[in-house]
């Protein structure tokens, strides 16, 4: 049987050391390889205006080889039809097509596009959660021109967020960093009557700091979301910085105060759902928040589910991995689950979230 899979594959070449996406792909493989004899892999990287040689899919898919240890035969896309006759005439194994993003019609849904793309296999298995608030022609439309079901990694990654979000066990807390505070801000408004505690940092952090008249400096922050800011800080179940680590004028991290009382309160949890990271993990010596936390929904006894490319890389990194109860490969798609939006890639699958 020919499939097609889905993958999010959309990973930085200098970041596949740390990359939990290619770690997911390639346990996947494991599984579809023995199911499928013929794999044609399709996945995007980064937001392209057209063909761009700098986010080819080429690194990734040798990178993936090696995870797997096994060749991946990599296609071009600029012509389908070439692509077709290569996949269908060539030997049975692993193959990866060159990023849909170079397709007009891929972010659009395009149906003709998504018939071409369909046309390429027998079977279409869409592994990729990441994706699964875009409804775009390689996850949603192709799905009206060929059998379509959810890969593992799918299935996975939507039975882990249910669990944490339908059935917490409690306290439950939800764990807030990263730079932008209106990406974050529709979780914290869904999930704020469900939690126990948000525990804030990042520039997510600042915006509450500033919010309650304390001077941010030049530190990173969100001034039209101020209001809103002051508007959950009246609930006590939210919680920001009490002390900060600093730079040229700018908070960097949590301070020691603030990470002691953050791993206090993951250690009586009994839900932790983390998503960015708490300070500038990249700057030397302004990674020491996040990695507290880190450490802490390690040796809780909570269930823990981390999400986001930065933070699963933190854990990664401080090889904790497998110590967390589910690291998630969504970016955007966790954080639309998280705030109650529709996916539309697992609307088309019918599987209910
Ligand atoms: C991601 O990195 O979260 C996914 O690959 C989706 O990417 P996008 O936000 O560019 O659609």
Same mark, same amino acid.
């Given at each position: 049987?020919?499939?097609?899979?889905?993958?999010?594959?959309d990973?930085?070449p200098?970041?596949?050391?740390?990359s939990l996406?290619? *770690?997911?792909?390639?346990?996947?493989?494991?599984?579809?390889?023995? *199911?499928?004899?013929?794999?044609?892999?399709?996945?995007?990287?980064?937001r392209?205006?057209?063909?761009?040689?700098?986010?080819?899919?080429?690194?990734i898919?040798?990178?993936l080889s090696?995870?797997? *240890?096994?060749k991946?035969?990599?296609?071009?896309?600029s012509?389908?039809?070439?692509?077709? %006759?290569?996949?269908?005439?060539? %030997?049975?194994?692993?193959?990866?097509l060159?990023n849909?993003?170079? &397709?007009?019609?891929e972010?659009?849904? /395009?149906?003709?596009?998504a018939?071409?793309l369909?046309?390429?296999?027998?079977?279409?298995?869409?592994?990729?959660?990441?994706?699964?608030?875009?409804?775009?022609?390689?996850?949603?439309?192709?799905t009206?021109? =060929? *059998?379509?079901?959810?890969?593992?990694?799918?299935?996975?990654?939507?039975?882990?967020?249910?669990? #944490?979000v339908?059935?917490?066990?409690?306290?439950?807390?939800?764990?807030v960093?990263?730079?932008?505070?209106?990406?974050?801000?529709?979780?914290?408004d869904?999930?704020l009557?469900?939690?126990?505690?948000?525990?804030?940092?990042?520039?997510?952090?600042?915006?509450?700091?500033?919010?309650?008249?304390?001077?941010? @400096?030049?530190?990173?922050?969100?001034?039209?979301?101020?209001?809103?800011?002051?508007?959950?800080?009246?609930?006590?179940?939210?919680?920001?910085?009490?002390?900060?680590?600093?730079?040229? @004028? +700018? =908070?960097?991290?949590?301070?020691?105060?603030?990470?002691?009382?953050? #791993?206090?309160?993951?250690?009586?949890a009994?839900?932790? =759902?983390? #998503?960015?990271p708490?300070?500038?993990?990249?700057?030397?010596?302004? +990674?020491?928040?996040? %990695?507290?936390?880190?450490?802490?929904?390690?040796?809780?006894?909570?269930?823990?589910?981390?999400?986001? @490319?930065?933070?699963?890389?933190?854990?990664?990194?401080?090889?904790? /991995?497998?110590?967390?109860?589910?690291?998630?490969t969504?970016?955007?798609a966790?954080?639309?689950? &998280?705030a109650?939006?529709?996916?539309?890639?697992?609307?088309? &699958?019918?599987?209910?979230?």
């Amino acid at each position: 049987m020919i499939a097609l899979i889905r993958m999010n594959l959309d990973i930085e070449p200098s970041e596949i050391a740390s990359s939990l996406r290619l *770690r997911r792909a390639a346990s996947s493989l494991a599984i579809l390889r023995k *199911r499928y004899g013929k794999i044609l892999i399709l996945s995007h990287r980064g937001r392209p205006k057209g063909r761009d040689g700098k986010l080819s899919l080429r690194p990734i898919s040798e990178a993936l080889s090696k995870a797997i *240890r096994k060749k991946i035969i990599f296609l071009d896309n600029s012509d389908l039809c070439f692509a077709r %006759e290569a996949f269908f005439e060539g %030997e049975p194994g692993v193959y990866m097509l060159e990023n849909l993003r170079f &397709l007009s019609g891929e972010n659009d849904n /395009d149906p003709v596009l998504a018939k071409k793309l369909a046309s390429l296999g027998e079977v279409f298995v869409n592994d990729d959660f990441a994706t699964a608030h875009r409804a775009a022609a390689s996850n949603v439309g192709i799905t009206s021109f =060929i *059998r379509s079901l959810p890969g593992p990694t799918l299935k996975d990654e939507v039975a882990a967020l249910k669990k #944490a979000v339908k059935r917490p066990a409690r306290p439950f807390v939800l764990v807030v960093g990263g730079v932008k505070m209106s990406d974050k801000l529709p979780v914290i408004d869904k999930l704020l009557p469900a939690v126990d505690r948000v525990l804030l940092g990042g520039g997510v952090g600042n915006t509450f700091i500033k919010a309650s008249g304390s001077n941010v @400096g030049k530190s990173v922050y969100e001034k039209n979301l101020i209001k809103e800011a002051s508007r959950l800080s009246l609930d006590d179940k939210v919680v920001f910085p009490i002390d900060c680590r600093m730079k040229a @004028g +700018s =908070i960097l991290d949590i301070g020691p105060n603030t990470a002691a009382l953050y #791993a206090s309160v993951i250690k009586e949890a009994g839900t932790v =759902i983390w #998503a960015g990271p708490l300070g500038c993990f990249e700057t030397k010596g302004f +990674s020491g928040g996040s %990695e507290v936390v880190a450490k802490a929904c390690a040796t809780t006894k909570a269930y823990t589910l981390i999400g986001g @490319g930065e933070t699963t890389s933190i854990v990664i990194g401080m090889k904790l /991995d497998k110590k967390i109860g589910f690291m998630s490969t969504g970016g955007g798609a966790m954080l639309d689950f &998280l705030a109650g939006k529709k996916l539309p890639a697992l609307d088309v &699958l019918k599987i209910s979230y």
